[in-house]
Nanobody, 114 residues
Framework: QVQLVESGGGLVQAGGSLRLSCAASGNIFSIRSMGWYRQAFGKQRELVAGITSVGSTNYADSVKGRFTISRDNAKNTVYLQMNSLKPEDTAVYYC????????WGRGTQVTVSS
């Protein structure tokens, strides 16, 4: 079992920045990759960014150049630095861990005002 706890969401004006954190606990040695997903109201959940156990990253086209995913293995934490935020980034952001079974956090709300 893996437990994930997100933090760092909030309300920010367009052009601003936020950093999300996801702390993992439990059977962390089984984690192969981690990622951030988001789900806007009325839309499907989508991948925002992912990072593998060796540090390879991938991003959705809509966030490339603005968001950065990173991990601190000593703290078992994954971060999502979000810069130049846009109103369309408004969503609930979920942390995901693949073991390969998928584990999810409860989500953190990000709201970007115009």
């Amino acid at each position: 079992q893996v437990q994930l706890v997100e933090s760092g969401g909030g309300l920010v004006q367009a052009g601003g920045s936020l950093r999300l954190s996801c702390a993992a606990s439990g059977n962390i040695f089984s984690i192969r990759s981690m990622g951030w997903y988001r789900q806007a109201f009325g839309k499907q959940r989508e991948l925002v960014a992912g990072i593998t156990s060796v540090g390879s990253t991938n991003y959705a086209d809509s966030v490339k150049g603005r968001f950065t995913i990173s991990r601190d293995n000593a703290k078992n934490t994954v971060y999502l630095q979000m810069n130049s935020l846009k109103p369309e980034d408004t969503a609930v952001y979920y942390c995901n861990a693949e073991t390969p079974k998928n584990y999810w956090g409860r989500g953190t709300q990000v709201t970007v005002s115009s």
